[in-house]
Each structure stands twice: as C-alpha cells, then as structure tokens.
Antibody
Framework: EVQLVESGGGLVQPGRSLRLSCAASGFTFDDYAMHWVRQAPGKGLEWVSGISWNSGSIGYADSVKGRFTISRDNAKNSLYLQMNSLRAEDTALYYC????????????????WGQGTLVTVSS | DIQMTQSPSTLSASVGDRVTITCRASQSISSWLAWYQQKPGKAPKLLIYKASSLESGVPSRFSGSGSGTEFTLTISSLQPDDFATYYCQQYNSYSLLLTFGGGTKVEIK
C-alpha cells in the first residue's frame, strides 16, 4: 500500500523558514517523480514544485520560485521542501504527492497523495 | 504559462442527474489532462487521466472527453457519494509545470 506521510508544518513568522518532509513507502520511490501541492484554507489546489526520479528535472510555480527548494533522498525514500522567506500567502495545507508515470524525466498526473501538513505564516 | 478555466464553479444537482463539468485550456494541451475529486477534509483522488482514461477502481459512471483546449468530465448518473469538488489538471513537459483548474463544487439540489 502506497503511503505518503508529511511532517514539518507549523506556525512560523513571516520572513522565516520551514522545512517539510515526506516519508514514502509501499512503492519503489526512486522510480517516480514527486510533487508538492498546496491548498490554502477554503481555496483550490495549487501545484508548488516537482522533482524527477533522479533529481535531474525540477520545476517550481512562479509564486514560490527563488524562495522554495525541492529535494529528495532516494536512499531514505524521502522528499523535502525547504521554504524560505515565507509570506502570509504561503499559508496552506501542503500535500506530498506521487507522479503516476514510472521512470520519466518529466511529470504527468498524481495518483497518490498524502494527508498534508499545515503551514501557517503569521506574526 | 497555460491557464486552466473550469465551469461552472458551482453546480447544484440531484441524485440520478447527468452532470457535465467543462475545463478549458488557454492553449492546446493535446490530451494531457486529468480530473480529480476532492471531498472535504480529504486529499484529492485521481479519476481520469490522459483526458479519457479511467483510473483503476473508479466507477464507470465517470467519463472524460476532449482534446486540444476543451475538455469535459461527465457523471452519467450522480450518486450520493459524488457530491464533492472536482479539479482538472494539465501538465506541460516543456515548462515542467502542472496547473490545476479552479475547481467545480457539485452540491445537492
């Protein structure tokens, strides 16, 4: 059974940093691209960032480019999101998500999601 | 960047109704479109990928169609479990971006 478990969320002041982690199990982690997707309270889904299976391809939404950094450790079956210079508008539930396509250097669709970790940016 | 526009934003329907949700892309995305269902407090669930391919385990009352810039998600006979919010999503391999539509909430009439 595929499991994605996020951690690292919490309350943080504007301008500060936070690092999210996602522990993956139940599939061959290093075969798949992974994503972070967020959802602000009462709002829709927003893709944040994606990383290919070998970290060779990385993409970011314009809203986080230059502030957030995605990374993965295939030996630890883990995905990370380093969030710097946080803003109030970054407040959201952050989902870790698995891409559907195996072995691709790009990404396609999301077939598994974690339950999310809540990030609140407020003074 | 490619923008995805869903309509309507809210839809009121009754059990047994045929429901259609539309998603329009600001430029052609071929068939690179997925549909997700999200219930309150839950993570989204993949329903349809590549515009019309039904994800394993998804009931056959869900179907997707379209290509290019206009796509539809159809629920042939709405069931109580189908009241939820639906999102379309496109991917762009050239820019390495995923983009979601704004969502369509299907409510009980």
């Amino acid at each position: 059974e595929v499991q994605l478990v996020e951690s690292g969320g919490g309350l943080v002041q504007p301008g500060r940093s936070l690092r999210l982690s996602c522990a993956a199990s139940g599939f061959t982690f290093d075969d798949y691209a992974m994503h972070w997707v967020r959802q602000a309270p009462g709002k829709g889904l927003e893709w944040v960032s994606g990383i290919s299976w070998n970290s060779g391809s990385i993409g970011y939404a314009d809203s986080v480019k230059g502030r957030f950094t995605i990374s993965r450790d295939n030996a630890k079956n883990s995905l990370y999101l380093q969030m710097n210079s946080l803003r109030a508008e970054d407040t959201a539930l952050y989902y870790c998500a698995k891409d559907m396509m195996e072995g691709s250097s790009s990404w396609y669709y999301i077939d598994y999601w974690g339950q999310g970790t809540l990030v609140t940016v407020s003074s | 960047d490619i923008q995805m526009t869903q309509s309507p934003s809210t839809l009121s329907a009754s059990v047994g109704d045929r429901v259609t949700i539309t998603c329009r892309a600001s430029q052609s995305i071929s068939s690179w479109l997925a549909w997700y269902q999200q219930k309150p407090g839950k993570a989204p669930k993949l329903l349809i990928y590549k515009a019309s391919s039904l994800e394993s385990g998804v009931p056959s009352r869900f179907s997707g169609s379209g290509s290019g810039t206009e796509f539809t998600l159809t629920i042939s006979s709405l069931q109580p479990d189908d009241f939820a919010t639906y999102y379309c999503q496109q991917y762009n391999s050239y820019s390495l971006l995923l983009t979601f539509g704004g969502g369509t909430k299907v409510e009980i009439k």
